[in-house]
């Protein structure tokens, strides 16, 4: 590859994806957190992030200008040697034309032909090479685009994958979250009245409002919600409510959420068949 020389970092989670696109731009250095998928568990781990294609064609352009200006130049170079040598050859032709009427011939005018046709060949010769700098360049441009879309379509796909990967990262975190609420509210009792809680915080819990309740959190980079038990005499805390002082099971209990109003991440399309996009993201 001509210009595109370095590595572009666009790794996803590190799960799914360890891809590095050569022909891209080393550099793009923007950093986030994904999700490690490991079985049931699922840990957060810092990666870089992909970038996105104003970052790849800003980050490209120092590979693509140069070359169009060199180009730009070139063509402004071969239009000026056409012009002289264009020039030249008329007056060469006037001469040669004026000779064969058999016109007065004199040293200064035979010498002006003769130097003439030396310049003429010279200017003529410097338009070949010049012709041929600018094919070179032209195939080098041609050559760094189709480099630089080469690369954003790798790029596409990496993030496919990377986007997949989040929104499964996504479910086992709510998932998780079910279980783990399960276990908190439901820690006492023998088997049948255990048995009957856990339905019960599942009844309450696991319905679409508090699914994408809890999706957003995750997805505007806010902290997980969590379940706990509200002491007496405590107000509840912002954004939490109550699971429903209507069922023994999870009476006093709260659902603590995040801010409603925080715009989600937009820097990658939800994928589908997971947990869907909240009605917030979409407004």
Request: aromatic fraction near 4%.
């Amino acid at each position: 590859m001509s210009k595109l020389n370095g590595v572009l970092a666009a790794a996803g989670p590190a799960a799914v994806i360890a891809l590095a696109v050569t022909g891209g731009v080393a550099g793009l250095a923007g950093f986030g957190i994904a999700w490690m998928v490991k079985g049931d568990s699922v840990v957060e781990v810092p990666v870089a992030r992909a970038p996105t294609d104003a970052e790849l064609s800003a980050a490209c352009a120092p590979e693509v200008e140069p070359v169009q200006d060199e180009l730009t130049q070139a063509q402004t170079r071969v239009a000026m040697l056409e012009r002289e040598a264009a020039g030249k050859e008329a007056r060469v032709n006037e001469l040669e034309a004026k000779m064969a009427r058999g016109a007065e011939v004199g040293k200064a005018l035979r010498a002006e032909l003769a130097q003439l046709k030396t310049e003429l060949a010279e200017t003529q010769e410097a338009l070949r090479v010049a012709e041929e700098e600018k094919e070179v360049l032209l195939a080098e441009l041609t050559e760094t685009k189709v480099e630089l879309e080469e690369t954003k379509g790798e790029l596409v796909a990496t993030r496919d994958q990377r986007d997949e990967a989040r929104e499964d990262a996504l479910y086992n975190r709510w998932t998780d979250f079910l279980k783990d609420s399960q276990l908190e509210i439901c820690d006492k009792g023998n088997r049948k009245k255990l048995g009957n809680c856990r339905e019960s915080v599942m009844a309450t819990l696991a319905v679409d409002a508090r699914r994408d309740a809890f999706a957003h959190c995750i997805r505007s980079g806010q902290a997980q919600p969590m379940v706990r038990e509200l002491l007496k005499d405590t107000e509840l805390p912002q954004f939490s409510e109550m699971i429903d002082e209507d069922i023994k099971q999870v009476k006093g209990w709260y659902v603590e959420l995040c801010d409603p109003t925080l715009p989600e991440r937009t820097d990658a399309p939800l994928a589908e068949g997971r947990i869907p996009q909240t009605s917030t993201a979409e407004g």
